[in-house]
C-alpha cells in the first residue's frame, strides 16, 4: 500500500527523527488519516499500544551510519 491509499486507510508513521526530517513528510500530516507518532520502533511498548489491530506493517526505519 501507499501512502496515496491512505484515502481509505489509517496509516500511523513512526519514526525517531534520527535522520529523517519532519518536513519530509509535512505534506501528508494534515491528512485526516495520517498520524505521525514521533517514537522509536524499538520500544515495544509504543508498538503495541499503536498497532493492534492493523493489517500490515511496513518496516522502513533504517539506521545508516555515514548517511
Ligand atoms: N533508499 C533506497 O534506495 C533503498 C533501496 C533498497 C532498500 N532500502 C532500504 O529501505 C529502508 C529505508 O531506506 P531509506 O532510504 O528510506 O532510509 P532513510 O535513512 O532515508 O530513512 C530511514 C528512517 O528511519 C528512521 N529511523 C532510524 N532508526 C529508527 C528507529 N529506531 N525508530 C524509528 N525510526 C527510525 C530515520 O529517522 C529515517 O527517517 C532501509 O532499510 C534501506 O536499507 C532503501
Given at each position: 500500500m501507499g501512502l496515496r491509499e491512505a484515502q481509505e486507510q489509517d496509516v500511523v508513521i513512526i519514526d525517531n527523527l534520527a535522520t529523517g526530517r519532519r518536513v519530509n513528510i509535512e505534506h501528508l500530516?494534515?491528512?485526516?488519516?495520517v498520524t505521525f507518532i514521533e517514537g522509536s520502533i524499538t520500544d515495544l511498548d509504543l508498538l503495541m499500544e499503536t498497532f493492534p489491530g492493523a493489517d500490515g506493517i511496513f518496516h522502513q526505519a533504517a539506521n545508516r551510519p555515514g548517511r
Open positions: 500530516l494534515d491528512h485526516p488519516r
